[in-house]
């Protein structure tokens, strides 16, 4: 199946530090990526919607300027988080849809990273 | 706006059958999934529901009523490996963006021996 890789699993860093998120499709293309935000015991959160050549869509709430993406391929999206603050702290997961994935099922299926836990101390 | 409704938490014991439900209010219709997601681990993808009546894969399976706004996740047989959270999500019609995702806030099950 397809297999979205997500990296790092884990960072820690000081408060006013930026750090770089990638979320890479390995097995098939993706013209579009997704960037979630999941707190302890919650749900995901949509943050933006990452497009392939052009600039993401953040959804109402997520300050653009504080998370950075750049999707400057069909199979890799990076998320940064700028000067990060403990408030940052959480689970980030990406997700991506295949782009060849053909009629049915799979065309809609959103596979997903195995997230990036930020702690900001 | 979109409202995506789920039960916190479930308990079950092992073997018996559990139902998970999911109610949601959104701006248009373009399918239900549901996704099972291990604590600290990603979702993976369990079902996928665009018309009425019962998808059935295995020991799950899925049900989706447009005209009531209802979803649920069946679970047969349970395992304890089934311990996760189980997160409904709908795909709102005409977005711009790809297949967009709204998820409900997920439904922690617990299964006891």
């Known amino acids: 199946g397809a297999v979205v890789s997500q990296h790092p699993s884990w960072v820690i860093c000081k408060s006013g530090t930026s750090v770089k998120i990638e979320c890479r499709s390995l097995?098939?293309?993706?013209?579009?990526m997704f960037w979630y935000r999941q707190f302890p015991k919650k749900s995901l959160m949509l943050m933006a919607t990452?497009?392939?050549?052009?600039?993401?869509?953040?959804e109402q709430g997520v300050e653009k300027d504080k998370f950075l993406i750049n999707h400057a391929s069909l199979t890799l999206s990076t998320l940064t988080v700028t000067s990060a603050h403990p408030e940052d702290s959480s689970f980030y997961i990406c997700?991506?849809?295949?782009?060849?994935?053909?009629?049915?099922?799979?065309?809609?299926?959103?596979?997903f990273g195995a997230g990036t836990r930020l702690s900001v101390l | 706006g979109q409202n995506i409704d789920q039960p916190t938490e479930m308990t079950a014991t092992e073997g018996a059958i559990v139902q998970i439900n999911c109610t949601y209010q959104?701006?248009?219709?373009?399918?239900l999934f549901w996704y099972q997601q291990h604590a600290g681990e990603a979702p993976t993808f369990l079902s996928y529901?665009?018309?009425?009546g019962l998808e059935e894969k295995g020991r799950f399976s899925s049900f989706l009523s447009r005209s009531k706004g209802y979803s649920y996740l069946l679970l047969k047989e349970l395992q304890m490996k089934d311990s996760a959270s189980y997160l409904c999500?709908?795909?709102?019609?005409?977005?711009?963006?790809?297949?967009?995702?709204?998820f409900g806030g997920g439904t922690r099950l617990m299964v006891k021996p």
């Open positions: 997700s991506a849809r295949d782009k060849l994935a053909g009629s049915g099922i799979a065309k809609n299926i959103q596979y």
């Open positions: 097995d098939f293309q993706a013209t579009t």
């Open positions: 990452s497009n392939e050549g052009s600039k993401a869509t953040y």
């Open positions: 959104t701006s248009g219709f373009n399918g």
């Open positions: 529901n665009v018309l009425d």
């Open positions: 999500a709908v795909r709102p019609q005409g977005n711009n963006a790809g297949n967009m995702l709204t």
